[in-house]
């Protein structure tokens, strides 16, 4: 069985955790706060105001996975990392993903979209956040169907309910250079991670579906501190782009118990593409049918792998919030 090698830390195993022995910067004590970069009402009115300041965006969630969506069509505006983590910082605003619209790049395809982390990083795909777009598109529209495009694929999407949409996520990848590892390894179902005493979890199921995801089928999800556990195994030098990191129980052949820490977010209520690549692990190890419910903490969803043509698809509600505009103070602080 292939092990991947953590850098040697001088790990501590306290009631709390894990810690390190790391050096302590001295504390100076004279140290006086510099508020001078704090730009009085007239120097903040005097700069230019950013494009995306008094922009629309739409508050939305899929399961408790927090949504904001920012549709750009009709604009030749972008979105930077900075503005992506400044708009995390508005009232009412924090999200797991911000999904923003362009106008759409390839024929037969209704918007381009990429999607963003609070953090700011750029992910490939969000099923959730596919789910919301979906329906901020459809509405009012009297189609049930449309198609996204992101840089990794076409997601088609269609109405199922009022507020329940199906989406196509694509075919998974199981080559360690496709999901991305940092070098082969005999078997992307199976690789055991080396990790610090006392930290024991089962070989994991690498699986991209756009993204890196990897599965930790456990007997008893509540034994393992995901909270704890996430940071290290997201940030493992096994994952060049770091991970999805999932674990899952397997409660029959057609019901699977899911929490993931995600890439760039941190513990959520819900991610489809997890939940995707969940199920796609445990098919792949004789667990469970092709197609199962997925059960998150935010609530469920339908996964199905076809055998048709090797696409998984994924079926949930999505629920509408409110809309905000977006301060100018927000963005205030960001280079003009």
Not at 11 to 37: E, K, R
Not at 79 to 100: H, N, P, S, Y
Not at 163 to 186: K, S, T
Request: glycine residues 8%; aromatic residues 6%.
């Amino acid at each position: 069985m292939h092990q991947f090698r953590l850098p040697r830390l001088p790990w501590n195993v306290t009631a709390s955790g894990l810690t390190a022995d790391l050096p302590q910067a001295p504390i100076n004590h004279d140290y006086q706060p510099d508020f001078s970069y704090i730009m009085s009402e007239p120097e903040m009115n005097d700069r230019p105001m950013s494009p995306l300041a008094k922009k629309t965006v739409t508050k939305m969630n899929g399961l408790g996975n927090e949504i904001v969506v920012l549709d750009l069509r009709g604009t030749d505006l972008s979105v930077t990392a900075e503005e992506v983590r400044a708009i995390g910082c508005g009232e009412g605003l924090k999200f797991d993903q911000l999904m923003v619209l362009f106008d759409p790049r390839a024929k037969d395809t209704d918007a381009f979209m990429k999607i963003f982390n609070i953090d700011g990083s750029e992910s490939a795909t969000c099923g959730n956040g596919t789910r919301c777009v979906a329906w901020w598109l459809l509405r009012g529209t009297g189609r049930a169907s449309l198609v996204l495009e992101t840089a990794a694929a076409r997601l088609a999407c269609r109405r199922e309910g009022e507020m329940r949409f199906a989406v196509d996520m694509g075919q998974p990848r199981f080559a360690w250079d496709e999901i991305p590892l940092r070098g082969p390894v005999p078997d992307t179902d199976r690789v055991a991670l080396e990790l610090p005493p006392p930290v024991a979890l089962p070989p994991a199921a690498m699986v991209s579906m756009g993204n890196p995801h990897a599965v930790f089928f456990l007997n008893d999800t509540e034994t393992h501190d995901l909270a704890k556990l996430g940071p290290l195994l997201e940030h493992h030098p096994l994952f060049p782009e770091r991970a999805n990191i999932s674990f899952a129980r397997v409660v029959t052949p057609d019901h699977i118990v899911l929490n993931v820490w995600e890439r760039g977010t941190g513990l959520t209520q819900a991610c489809g593409s997890a939940a995707c690549a969940t199920l796609v692990a445990a098919v792949r190890r004789g667990l469970t049918a092709r197609a199962a419910r997925v059960t998150l903490p935010g609530g469920d969803l339908h996964i199905a792998w076809r055998e048709s043509d090797n696409e998984v698809e994924m079926t949930g509600p999505v629920a509408f919030e409110y809309q905000k505009v977006l301060d100018p103070l927000l963005f205030a602080g960001l280079a003009a």
